[in-house]
């Protein structure tokens, strides 16, 4: 009777843990987020524990400048929880590999946040973003 417990408790840890190791696994976007001259592809997104990395919203992928001739920069933008973008940048005619995170200092971890790929169009024209793409834990 007493090795049937074990085996119990320690099958009840196991599947228990594969859950929490789902929980924290990169997770694949539908499709890139796009605008005129920029896309953001190969998203992949994880949310970090509440205890751990302050419970951040990850993110990775590719900035791709997809007008490579209008002279324009290229960048990202990430918000958790409806607060500030934060800014990430690309680089003029190439694909840059992002990987980054961001989190809310105020909330013991993240359970929304926002993504948008803008193309930088100087100080005389205003840039043009896509709308934002909203995560959620």
């Known amino acids: 009777m007493r090795k049937f417990a074990t085996a119990v408790v320690a099958a009840g840890l196991f599947f228990g843990g594969m859950g929490v190791a789902v929980a924290d696994s990169w997770h694949a976007a539908a499709e890139p987020i796009t605008t005129t001259g920029a896309k953001f592809d190969n998203i992949e997104y994880r949310w970090e524990p509440a205890g751990a990395r302050h419970g951040a919203f990850r993110f990775k992928g590719y900035l791709i400048d997809g007008s490579y001739n209008d002279g324009h920069n290229t960048y990202l ?3 958790p929880h409806a607060y500030g973008w934060q800014r990430f940048k690309g680089v ?6 992002l990987e980054d995170a961001v989190w809310d200092g105020a909330t013991r971890y993240t359970n929304s946040a926002e993504m948008r ?5 100087g100080a005389l024209r205003p840039n043009n973003c896509s709308a934002p793409r909203g995560f959620k834990r």
């Open 77 to 79: 933008e990430v918000r």
């Open 92 to 97: 003029q005619k190439a694909t840059v590999k």
């Open 117 to 121: 790929v803008c193309r930088d169009r």
